[in-house]
Nanobody
Framework: EVQLVESGGGLVQAGGSLRLSCAAS????????ILWFRQAPGKEREGVSY????????VYADSVKGRFTISRDNAKNTAYLQMNSLKPEDTAAYYC?????????????????WGQGTQVTVSS
């Protein structure tokens, strides 16, 4: 059974940092590209960051570029999202997703497997 389990969310003040984790099981992790996306109440899902399955290349949404860093540890079947300089507008539920995509994609609907999410709340 494919599972993606996010953790690391919480309440943080503006300017603070959080590190999200996405623990994967049930599939060959290093064969899958990983996306972090988010959804705030009343808003559309937004792709935040992508990391490839092969060379570790990354793509970021303009809204987080320079503040967020995506990474993966294939030995631990885990992906991470380091979030620095957080802003109140970063408040959302954050999800990881996985798919055997060969090209960078920030659209969540392109991914076959999604986790259940972890809440990030940034206070001003």
């Amino acid at each position: 059974e494919v599972q993606l389990v996010e953790s690391g969310g919480g309440l943080v003040q503006a300017g603070g940092s959080l590190r999200l984790s996405c623990a994967a099981s049930g599939f060959t992790f290093d064969d899958y590209a990983i996306l972090w996306f988010r959804q705030a109440p009343g808003k559309e899902r937004e792709g935040v960051s992508y990391i490839s399955r092969s060379d570790g290349s990354t793509v970021y949404a303009d809204s987080v570029k320079g503040r967020f860093t995506i990474s993966r540890d294939n030995a631990k079947n885990t992906a991470y999202l380091q979030m620095n300089s957080l802003k109140p507008e970063d408040t959302a539920a954050y999800y990881c997703a996985a798919d055997r995509l060969r090209a960078a994609e920030l659209t969540p609907y392109a991914y076959a497997y999604w986790g259940q999410g972890t809440q990030v709340t940034v206070s001003s």
